[in-house]
């Protein structure tokens, strides 16, 4: 009897193997209908580095002239300069522009640190000082962290790399940072 049913569901299962179904129509999500708006950034950032708006991005690893002249060209400014011996990565320097920090570690492009400012914005459309961590929690993937620093979180960007962030008051995203850090926990 079960070898009957067999020979017959078997064939008809191939049959249906070839088959073709019309494919779905698009479904569209909250964050697929969102359109990031750079229309004001000059400076974009993402998970694995940075750029100018337009421009292919410069990627961790990247000489620090390199990154320097892009930026400053960008910025329309030289950065300010600073180091810090005690870093647990090692010794780091720094070039700040405005609300953007990179970090430099032996020559090569380490890290980003970003605060509130004008003209800069992850390549998804986070703004520090304007994106509220409600509106980044129902947008992305957040996983908030213990640490000893206040309000810090991670979350997964539309490219699928890892920002940390803090939102110190619990409510505003207030800076966001990738790749190596010179923060002491």
Do not use: H
């Not at 690893?61 to 810090?84: H, K, L, M, W, Y």
């Not at 430099?104 to 492009?109: N, T």
């Not at 929690?137 to 309000?151: A, H, I, N, S, Y």
């Amino acid at each position: 009897m079960i070898r009957s049913a067999l020979r017959l569901a078997l064939p008809l299962a191939l049959a249906a193997c070839g088959q073709s179904e019309p494919a779905p129509e698009p479904v569209e999500t909250a964050s697929s209908a969102a359109s990031v708006d750079l229309s004001d950034v000059v400076i974009v950032v993402d998970a694995n580095g940075l750029g100018a708006k337009g421009e292919e991005p410069l990627r961790f690893g990247a000489a620090r002239d390199d990154v320097d002249q892009a930026i400053e060209a960008a910025f329309g400014a030289a950065p300010g300069t600073s180091s810090n011996e005690e870093c647990g990565a090692g010794p780091m320097e720094f070039s700040q522009f405005g609300a953007l920090q990179i970090a430099y570690l032996d020559g090569s492009f380490a890290g980003w640190f970003l605060r509130e400012g004008e003209g800069m914005a992850t390549s998804d459309g986070v703004r520090p000082g304007e994106t509220t961590f409600a509106d980044l929690k129902r947008d992305r993937q957040v996983r908030e962290l213990d640490t000893t620093l206040p309000g810090e979180f991670q979350y997964t960007t539309a490219d699928f790399g890892t920002i940390t962030g803090f939102a110190e008051d619990g409510e505003t995203v207030t800076a966001l940072q990738a790749g190596i850090s010179c923060f002491f926990r």
